[in-house]
């Protein structure tokens, strides 16, 4: 087991090496000069030696590399082009409207979309499993700030529920937060629970055909029972799998939401950073938001192993 | 339970041929969509023959119009005709669905046949598979189309390069699933060379699986061209596409919500009817669902 | 032979199905046309027939257990101590289960949940059913994991099932049968999946456990030879119907139904079969020190590997058929697969045709491919689904070169031979049977004019009557090409039919090697009598309807 886990944590190594260096030869690699693209349009020759210099780009590859890795391993995320402040501070200042939003979604989803997965399995074919996969096709076909703007035109302009954008932070007013926070999660959760729903079905008709979910109906035990001890857990790799891979989509999903409805999240920061071109920034939001799926999956793969005795090398 | 009946049409000759079940029964759903999806390609395809405005002529009394007699679907903030910006738009939408699910189907398929194959490569390439899978697709495309700006070109490599260590992922499981079948143990104890196998054997078994993928590609190129126009990192403003349209109708939202409504509207229709025609390929060439029947 | 013949009579009925029928939903096809059948107090009646017989869907429908939308009961009734069970509601039916009738199932491995622990599984029964506390649950699932004598109850309590030998699984499986003490219990196939020897055991365990709380058994089995040693009375189906009921003896004695007749004759007898004449043609395969280590070698560590054969020493001459047999991971099937080089054996000399072979790298083996082929087990998945049997046919003789015009007028020739039509070979694999399948591949295998056929498990997928008409082609082909044949089998019965000389494996090692009629009806080593003495049903002539003469 313990075995196991020291090779997922190790297999993570190689992952994120390969990462950085995409991220890395990202901007050195594409025709022109870096320095030129960091620096803009208006700058002067002068300009350019002194960012060529400061971002070492006179050295070698490998010497670039190295020196860009172990500042970033050192938690220097380098400084945004357009405000002059340390990349880190910037994430840091707008990294909790995120967050926040983000647990709620992920939390609403899952709690959602498990059910509705497990019933339409159970009741393969029935209205319920036909309403169920309707809204999961529908979910992954509408554009997320498509879903967005109906939500603001529905609950916000025409019924005037929740207020139509802007964030409130939890410490300050929680049903504040509540009241602005439940239309980005809904929409951002739409293609979530859609994308888990779909899973749990599949998986779940998967595991209602085995022998083990026949031997507990002959036993006599009750539906639920059937379903919810002997069959999700047998289902739930896969459903554990999609959760986490999903996550890449939840993500992009941010970025979007976060514009819609105004929050003044990391989402909006490496929109902002792209209209910007603003390169420092959307390099550490890529290797970041890509540490933290591979960190996900991670935990994900290693709790495969408290619901499956069978894996444990 | 198979009849070993005399194939009595052609049709049923080319289900035998993808080893199809006999019973082929589709609903409404997937017809409905397949109509659905024609009439939106065709009228994008010929949107230039019967469009009533110029898509990029300009009016400047007419902005922000509702919907109209004159304007079926109102007007842009440039006074631009909606409805005609949707149809021509679609072609472009469109062109970057197909364009990137192909690319992405051709390039994985070979990777994938490689890395399913020879046990060296596969460590190295599904190392950078998983790396590429790592990042999110959405982060990687808007870097990519920043980097190599922003032609119909670059989307569809941006969109493309994202999506092919799934497709590899893919093609790799049947090509291990596959190879250890006696069918091609079988083959191997005839004498057939690998390539041999790998082309006569492997390579068909993962086109239905494929088939289905690249219609899910497809969805979710036009949709990821949509979310990319949406943040500014799409195909030139000048060039009108769903994303670009609903792009610009942002600002205008409180407006004219139309904008993005009726243009979300076409292409979420398109996109579903192309997942619902995925699905339902998918439900006639799984081989498990099909065991399920038997 | 000693049948059980206990007058059963005035026993109090536990089941009686009558005129049941299920059929397939939405459909008019029968999957059961009005079977009636009675079950005793005590009595183990025996539901035998081929595949598609309608055997497991009988037993699935006394439990209520039918796949929901595609088949159901539509006529007749199941009474059970005077309650008919189709018009229970289904938490009346639940109540049924476990307490009244249970059920153990064929693949004991998959039967049981694989992420819970069996202790938990066997006291889930008790906990739906009983309001015994905890306790008390724990001690009465360890009192009947006693009794199917599993050894060191307390850990494999809380063994997870792929922690256990398959013989283990089915005795979990019978403890939660029979753990509340059902009048009666299904066996549905209970050991068409474990070996022999392990077949054995778990028969005489339910035989005591029956005898222990006078449990009535539905035992369904496709095996002869396990019908012979466990029933009081069968009941032959055929195509959804019973076509004869009988107490055992009288039924092997005087079968009455020409199709009883036809199962009965179809059953391989474990007397080998005439020794054929010593020929003294050349050697076409030899194996010298052969030896096979699966893995050992980890990236960080350097694991040790599993040794799967060792000390392989055998030869096949021309015209005859070696056979190798064995139980599960006795090795007898990489011993094949390393012949075939579908493996490559980690010691040790394989000749065919005077040419070493074990040494050659993949792409120098290629030309000599031809001169050995091979036939799988499973007939579904040894033709390419996606191919019509033509191409699978020339797909040799074209890889060494030969025109297709040429190949395909020899895959006419084959075909015939294996006893199917010319236009066979326009079909696809899905148009044709399990049994037809395997002709086909037999097909494939001698279009390349091979010297050694090797026959990997080739007949233990098929019923018997096919096994037997496919067993009698093999020897054809053989007489006819003179091709030398290796038959991997882990069935004695089989080995026995068609074998000149057996070797029996263990372990991965030869115990015991020699002439078909010595090694079987004279064995020497202790393994070998016991997979013999193991064998159901082994002092019964089922084919001559009566006892074997012993020598």
Redesign the interface.
């Known amino acids: 087991m313990l075995g196991y886990i020291i090779r997922r944590v190790l297999a993570v190594v190689p992952v994120m090496v390969i990462v950085a260096l995409f991220v890395f030869l990202m901007l050195r690699l594409t025709p022109g000069d870096p320095a030129a693209i960091l620096a803009g349009d208006s700058a002067t020759p002068a300009q350019l030696d002194r960012i060529r210099e400061n971002l070492g780009l006179n050295e070698p590859l490998h010497t670039q590399f190295i020196g860009w890795v172990t500042q970033m391993f050192r938690g220097d995320l380098g400084v945004s082009l357009i405000s002059k402040t340390p990349v880190s501070t910037m994430i840091g200042q707008r990294i909790w409207p995120t967050l926040n939003i983000a647990v709620l979604t992920i939390t609403l989803s899952v709690l959602i979309a498990i059910p509705m997965g497990v019933i339409a399995a159970w009741r393969h074919r029935s209205w319920v499993d036909y309403a169920v996969m309707t809204f999961s096709v529908l979910g992954f076909s509408v554009p997320v700030f498509v879903i967005g703007y109906v939500f603001i035109q529905i609950f916000a302009i025409e019924l005037r529920w929740f207020p139509v954008q802007g964030y409130m932070a939890p410490s300050r007013d929680f049903v504040g937060f509540l009241q602005r926070a439940v239309l980005p999660a809904f929409t951002l959760a739409t293609i979530y629970v859609a994308l888990i729903a779909r899973m749990t079905r599949a998986s779940m008709l998967d595991v209602l055909g085995e022998d083990y979910v026949r031997t507990a109906r002959a036993k006599g035990l009750r539906e639920n029972v059937v379903l919810f001890r002997h069959a999700l857990r047998n289902a739930a790799v896969p459903i554990m799998t999609i959760i986490g891979t999903g996550f890449a989509l939840l993500i992009a999903g941010v970025v979007v939401t976060e514009s819609v409805f105004n929050i003044p999240g990391v989402g909006r920061l490496t929109v902002d950073a792209i209209l910007a071109r603003d390169y420092p920034v959307i390099q550490a939001m890529i290797l970041l938001t890509a540490g933290l799926y591979v960190l996900v999956n991670l935990v994900i793969d290693i709790s495969y192993t408290l619901i499956d005795p069978r894996i444990r090398y | 339970m198979a009849h070993a009946t005399q194939p009595a049409s052609a049709m049923q000759a080319l289900l035998g041929a993808l080893s199809l079940p006999r019973r082929w029964r589709i609903g409404a759903g997937p017809i409905i969509a397949a109509v659905v999806l024609l009439v939106i390609v065709l009228s994008a395809l010929l949107a230039p023959l019967y469009v009533p405005y110029d898509p990029m002529q300009m009016n400047s009394l007419n902005r922000l119009q509702p919907a109209t007699a004159d304007h079926l679907l109102g007007t842009d903030q440039y006074g631009r005709d909606l409805f005609s910006r949707i149809m021509i738009g679609g072609r472009v939408s469109l062109l970057i669905g197909v364009g990137a699910a192909v690319f992405s189907v051709l390039v994985g398929l070979l990777i994938g046949l490689v890395s399913g194959f020879f046990r060296i490569a596969d460590a190295i390439i599904m190392r950078i598979m998983d790396s590429l899978m790592a990042i999110p697709a959405i982060l990687l495309a808007i870097a990519l189309v920043a980097l190599n700006g922003p032609s119909v070109w670059s989307v569809i490599v941006a969109i493309t390069i994202p999506e092919v260590p799934r497709v590899v992922r893919l093609v790799r499981s049947v090509v291990l699933g596959a190879r250890e079948e006696p069918y091609v143990e079988a083959a191997i104890a005839l004498g057939s060379g690998m390539f041999g196998i790998l082309w006569k054997h492997l390579m068909p078994n993962t086109l239905p699986a494929l088939i289905v993928q690249g219609t899910y590609i497809c969805a979710s190129a036009i949709l990821t061209e949509a979310l990319l126009s949406f943040l500014g990192a799409g195909v030139s403003t000048e060039i009108p596409t769903w994303g670009n349209i609903m792009a610009e109708g942002r600002t205008y939202f409180q407006v004219n919500p139309g904008l993005i409504f009726w243009t979300g509207a076409v292409l979420s229709l398109c996109i579903l009817s192309i997942n619902l025609l995925g699905d339902t390929a998918r439900d006639m060439l799984d081989p498990r669902l099909k065991k399920r029947e038997a | 032979m000693q049948f059980k013949t206990a007058d059963l009579s005035a026993a109090p009925v536990v089941l009686s199905i009558r005129q049941l029928s299920v059929g397939l939903s939405g459909e008019t096809t029968k999957v059961l046309d009005a079977i009636s059948l009675d079950v005793r107090e005590g009595e183990t009646a025996c539901l035998v027939g081929e595949s598609?017989s309608g055997k497991s869907v009988t037993s699935l429908a006394v439990?209520g257990?039918l796949q929901k939308?595609s088949l159901e009961v539509t006529g007749g009734e199941i009474v059970l101590d005077g309650n008919d069970l189709l018009r229970l509601t289904p938490s009346q039916m639940?109540?049924?289960?476990?307490?009244r009738i249970?059920?153990i199932?064929q693949?004991p491995m998959?039967?049981?949940?694989?992420?819970?622990r069996v202790g938990e599984q066997i006291a889930?029964?008790l906990k739906?059913?009983t309001d015994m506390s905890a306790g008390d649950c724990k001690a009465r699932v360890l009192e009947i994991m006693e009794q199917v004598h599993l050894p060191e109850v307390p850990r494999i309590y809380r063994s997870?099932p792929?922690q256990l030998s398959g013989g283990q699984r089915q005795r979990i499986?019978i403890a939660?049968a029979l753990v509340l003490e059902p009048k009666l219990l299904i066996a549905d196939e209970p050991t068409t999946a474990l070996d022999v020897t392990t077949q054995a055991q778990i028969l005489s365990l339910i035989a005591e456990l029956q005898e222990r709380h006078g449990t009535a058994v539905l035992f369904i089995t496709h095996d002869m030879g396990v019908v012979a040693e466990v029933a009081h009375t069968v009941h032959v189906m055929q195509h959804g119907r019973i076509v004869e009921q009988a107490p055992v003896e009288s039924l092997l004695r005087r079968p009455r139904e020409d199709y009883t007749r036809t199962l009965l004759s179809s059953v391989p007898s474990l007397v080998p079969r005439h020794v054929r004449a010593e020929s003294r043609q050349q050697e076409v395969l030899e194996v010298r020190g052969m030896r096979k280590v699966y893995g050992g070698n980890g990236w960080f560590l350097r694991r040790p590997g599993t040794l799967a054969a060792r000390d392989i020493d055998f030869s096949v001459v021309r015209g005859r058929t070696l056979g190798i047999v064995g139980e599960s991971g006795s090795g007898k099937s990489t011993v094949a697969r390393c012949i075939?080089r579908?493996v490559d054996p980690t010691e040790g000399e394989v000749r065919v045709a005077g040419i070493e072979i074990a040494r050659l790298s993949?792409r120098a083996l290629?030309?000599h491919?031809?001169h050995?082929?091979?036939v799988?087990?499973?007939p579904f998945?040894?033709?390419?689904?996606?191919w019509t049997i033509a191409m699978?046919l020339t797909?040799?003789p074209l890889?060494?070169g030969m025109r297709y015009s040429e190949s395909f007028a020899r895959a006419e020739e084959m075909i015939e031979l294996v006893g199917l039509p010319r236009d066979s070979l326009h079909?696809?694999p899905?148009?044709?049977?399990g049994g037809q399948r395997q002709r086909i591949?037999i097909a494939?295998a001698i279009m390349?004019r091979p010297d050694v056929l090797v026959a990997d498990e080739a007949v233990s997928a098929l019923d018997v009557s096919v096994q037997a008409q496919v067993l009698k082609l093999l020897g054809d082909i053989q007489q006819k090409l003179g091709v030398a044949i290796l038959f991997i089998t882990h069935d004695l019965r089989v080995a026995a039919q068609i074998c000149d000389d057996v070797i029996v494996m263990q372990h991965g090692a030869i115990v015991e090697q020699g002439p078909a009629a010595a090694v079987l009806s004279a064995p020497r080593h202790e393994y070998t009598q016991q997979l013999i003495n193991a064998a159901p049903g082994r002092h019964w002539d089922f084919a001559n309807f009566r006892e074997l003469e012993t020598a």
């Not at chain 3, 639940?94 to 307490?99: F, H, L, P, S, V």
């Not at chain 3, 998945?381 to 996606?386: A, E, H, K, Q, V």
């Not at chain 3, 899905?430 to 049977?433: G, K, L």
């Open positions: 598609g439990m257990l939308g639940r109540r049924i289960r476990a307490q249970a059920m199932f693949e998959t039967a049981l949940n694989p992420v819970m889930e029964v739906t059913h997870y792929h499986m939660m075939m579908l993949r290629r030309p491919r031809k050995f082929q091979v799988f087990q499973d998945r040894s033709l390419n689904p996606r699978s797909e040799g890889n060494y079909r696809y899905h148009q044709f049977s591949a494939r390349m």
